[in-house]
């Protein structure tokens, strides 16, 4: 992924590291040990995070949090809500200028209001040089451009892979799965005249909707914006990527109009679906709740189309604090503290891979290897693209994305049997829309 | 004889009295109606933003949203929903009421359990619809399938006009009840002695019910329609949670494009001027509500 402005962040990043070193920052393993960032006296800290997926994340994140209060005497409140009501709730608070100090929120929910959050550079710098550095996705989501600072603390992302049967896999005439996109269709339409169909939401579902449509796009080099975020989605790429989802969705299931972030959940675990693209708590669930079939599930990274690269679109949670916030400093090292070494390792190993983390360092844990099924969310973040690439990442961004521009693109052209080239430009007016409006 | 304090005499006017007595309510309208709407309104001649209290730009919202092909969608289809729920309501909630105003065996339980609908939380109803119309799983189709009516699941929410029909018809089941009281409270007023004279004269069941009883039910009907279309036309939470406006948009209203403009989104003064363009449709709602009202 390129960046207009990557140089620059790396002389920042070289720059903050280096000053970081001269002001005395305590150096990796020490960090737990003394607070880097001093709570300021009587600090009592509110966050407020989505509901985990899966439970050992919350029984880890909380341990961890006991443990922060027992090191610094800082005590923290935890209030839960589900991920797709983080976003209203983050933005209430932001405008009413009260709530919790920490949010953690996802993808552009920090550019909507980056003037009400506190400047996060020191706890990125302190984080990134203490565990290999970001992923280019931390940026991309965490720094914004047009207050030019860190606004929010990149935690990580609920990665996405296709998720398959083997045995049906094997049925349709595959050995192992596809690497290319013309491979992937050709298997598709086996698994449909076999009766085990694929299924990708099309409908207005926030994860699963925006993660195919945004990675079969982007594969074969369609763009939302260009660095100077001027609309580039009406294009011949975009064109060919509209075509190969039309001839995909020919073999999906009947009903991925009106399917929501559950629906591909159950159709896979029922049976109903040969082949999807989700987080690994599709496959995690799986052992539990459908021990039977559970053998017979796997998961892949999704293959490459004309641009050679992986072009994954993952959900990316960060943590921001407001200004409003009494205790920043408090808040900044309760996330340093959540996201260094002893807590992370545990938190991220406990989840068996749901939240692949933003700090390169993580992707050396164990448990990524430990099945072959885990890895493929390890590298979910090495090769992922950013909602609205590769424009400026940004309110207008954030607001594309809310609006399901690229969905209902795909939408128009598999569901309303719309015209690949119309279906472009009515996307191409309504972004123009909505990025001179942002 | 002492003489009474002269605050005390002038409240003994009815008008001084009758003044302070409506304060209180006077005070709560104005602070938890008036002023959020007069703000909405305000905010939709600014480019206020989340955070940013921004700048008025006078009707430049309104400009923008008028151009917008997806405010146009909203709009026909916020008037759409409304129209046809309320002929669906109607209709139907007439016809449940006289079926409910007959005595029959176990008609205090049925009129009991007809509130259901109404008094469930709209979200934990809208939920379980929304698994009635999953197109894998839905029991609608199951019953349809298992008496060979149909062959194969069907996909209520895949198409546009589908998904249109669908929260149409659970607007219709949501709001049946509100008619259906309405209507019986009203039947129930209607006296039987204008029935036994018109059976005297010869009427039939239809010629009572279009001389006497309709004729009789029309304030009400006024004043259920007219409350009814207020609250279809702001209707938020059914659709939020079946459809999200989707797909394609094709279930977006005025209210969803208004949350996901200005929460979602952050572009306040936008989001407000979609939000604050029903109000026209619900003024002259309230308008004729009155004038019947007064009339009647």
């Known amino acids: 992924m390129t960046h207009p402005d990557r140089r620059r962040f790396l002389q920042l990043s070289a720059a903050g590291a280096g000053a970081a070193a001269m002001t005395g920052l305590p150096a990796l393993g020490a960090a737990a040990e003394s607070p880097v960032f001093k709570p300021e006296p009587g600090a009592k800290i509110e966050l407020l995070r989505w509901t985990a997926f899966v439970p050992s994340d919350q029984t880890i ?102 998720n398959y049967r083997k045995s049906w896999v094997k049925e349709a005439g595959f050995n192992e799965f596809p690497k290319d996109l013309d491979g992937m269709l050709k298997l598709a339409r086996g698994l449909k005249k076999n009766g085990h169909p694929p299924g990708f939401a099309l409908g207005h579902a926030v994860g699963d909707a925006n993660s195919w449509t945004h990675w079969i796009l982007w594969a074969f080099g369609g763009k939302q914006a260009n660095p100077d975020n001027s609309i580039a989605i009406n294009s011949s790429e975009t064109v060919n990527a509209l075509d190969y989802a039309r001839a995909l969705s020919e073999t999906f299931i009947d009903g991925v109009a009106g399917w929501d972030d559950s629906s591909n959940n159950k159709a896979f675990a029922g049976g109903k679906i040969g082949l999807t693209m989700n987080g690994i708590s599709i496959w995690y669930n799986g052992k539990k709740d459908t021990p039977d079939i559970f053998p017979d599930f796997a998961n892949v990274t999704p293959p490459m189309g004309p641009v050679k690269t992986h072009t994954i679109s993952n959900n990316f949670t960060s943590a921001f604090i407001f200004k409003y916030s009494k205790y920043p400093n408090a808040s900044k090292e309760y996330l340093r503290f959540m996201l260094d070494k002893p807590q992370a390792d545990r938190w991220v190993t406990e989840m068996k891979g749901y939240v692949t983390p933003a700090l390169k360092a993580y992707a050396e844990l164990p448990i990524w290897t430990s099945d072959p099924n885990i890895t493929p ?35 128009d052209v598999c569901v309303n049997k719309m015209s690949a080239k119309d279906a472009a430009k009515k996307a191409e007016a309504k972004l123009q829309t909505i990025y001179k409006r942002a | 004889m002492t003489s009474r304090s002269p605050l005390l005499a002038r409240l003994d006017s009815p ?184 059976a005297i004269d010869g009427a039939n069941a239809w010629q009572a019910f279009r001389r006497i009883t309709w004729p009789l039910l029309l304030p009400i009907t006024t004043i259920l329609v007219a409350f009814s279309s207020i609250f279809t036309l702001t209707d938020f939470q059914l659709i939020w949670t079946i459809t999200h406006g989707g797909p394609t948009d094709a279930t977006q209203v005025f209210t969803t494009l208004a949350y996901q403009r200005a929460i979602s989104g952050g572009q306040l003064g936008e989001g407000a001027a979609i939000a604050v363009s029903p109000i026209v449709f619900m003024v002259v709602l309230a308008v004729f509500v009155v004038r019947s009202v007064r009339e009647k």
């Open chain 2, 15 to 198: 008008r001084v009295l009758g003044y302070l007595l409506i304060t209180p309510a006077a005070i709560i309208l104005l602070g938890l109606l008036a002023y959020p709407l007069l703000l909405g309104i305000w905010l939709s001649l600014t480019s206020a933003t989340i955070g940013n209290p921004g700048a008025f730009v006078g009707l430049q919202n309104y400009a923008t949203i008028f151009a917008d092909p997806t405010f146009r969608g909203a709009a026909f289809f916020s008037v759409f929903y409304t129209v046809c729920a309320e002929v669906g309501k109607l209709v139907l909630g007439l016809a449940l009421a006289l079926l409910l105003n007959q005595r029959f065996g176990g008609y205090r339980i049925s009129r009991a359990l007809m509130l259901l609908p109404w008094v469930a939380p709209t979200v934990l109803s809208a939920l379980a619809w929304l698994w009635l119309l999953d197109p894998q799983y839905s029991a609608l189709s199951w019953v349809l399938v298992q008496l060979h009516l149909i062959h194969g699941n069907v996909d209520f929410l895949g198409s546009g006009w589908g998904a249109r029909f669908s929260v149409i018809v659970v607007n219709i089941w949501r709001g049946l009840p509100y008619f259906a009281i309405g209507y019986l409270a009203g039947l129930q007023s209607i006296s039987k002695d204008l029935y036994e004279a018109a």
């Open chain 1, 61 to 162: 994140w909380d341990e961890n949090t006991k443990k922060f209060t027992a090191a610094t005497g800082v005590p923290v409140t935890i209030q839960s809500l589900s991920w797709n009501d983080m976003g209203p709730k983050a933005a209430l608070a932001a405008q009413v200028g009260s709530g919790p100090d920490i949010i953690m929120g996802w993808n552009d929910d920090p550019f909507v209001y980056p003037e009400k959050l506190v400047d996060m550079t020191d706890v990125v710098d302190n984080l990134g040089r203490a565990h290999g550095g970001w992923y280019d996705n931390a940026r991309s989501y965490c720094y914004d451009q047009d207050v030019k600072r860190w606004v929010s603390l990149p935690v990580g992302c609920t990665g996405n892979a296709l």
């Open chain 1, 377 to 411: 969310y390890r590298d979910a973040l090495a090769s992922a693209k950013y909602d609205g690439f590769n424009g400026k990442p940004g309110k207008a961004a954030a607001q594309a994305l809310d609006e399901f521009v690229i969905v209902d693109m795909f939408a």
